[in-house]
């Protein structure tokens, strides 16, 4: 694969995302777009990024391997702990969309703002 900018290859991952029509792989990626680091490492893109059915994807496998073996370092530890949520997004490790209902979807999201001090409690 040619050397792409990171723009480059967000338009190809968010073609990929698009065609796959899964919710969870669609947010590790804009994730990984909106932190605006991981899409342009170069070690990242030879873990992670693959060509597959004639998409340009990112194999969350791959990707989580690469994480375990510490191969993203030298990282921060928010540089890091974005890739590993990124990655357990993709793997879709909460099950969201899938056997995460609605409702339980909103009160994780809610409970995550809350945890880092963003919101207040909401109760039902």
Excluded: K
């Excluded at 669609?26 to 899409?39: I, Q, R, T």
């Excluded at 170069?42 to 791959?62: C, L």
């Amino acid at each position: 694969m040619a050397r792409l900018t990171a723009e480059q290859l967000l338009a190809r991952l968010r073609a990929w995302t698009a065609a796959t029509g899964r919710f969870h792989t669609s947010a590790a990626v804009e994730l990984l777009a909106d932190h605006n680091f991981w899409l342009r490492r170069q070690d990242f893109r030879r873990y992670a990024v693959r060509t597959s059915a004639g998409y340009t994807i990112i194999s969350f496998d791959a990707a989580r391997e690469a994480y375990d073996a510490d191969a993203f370092l030298p990282a921060s530890t928010g540089e890091l702990l974005v890739l590993n949520f990124a990655i357990m997004l993709g793997e879709n490790r909460f099950g969201v969309g899938t056997t995460l209902g609605p409702n339980s979807t909103v009160m994780l999201a809610q409970h995550l703002l809350y945890a880092g001090g963003v919101f207040e409690r909401i109760t039902p």
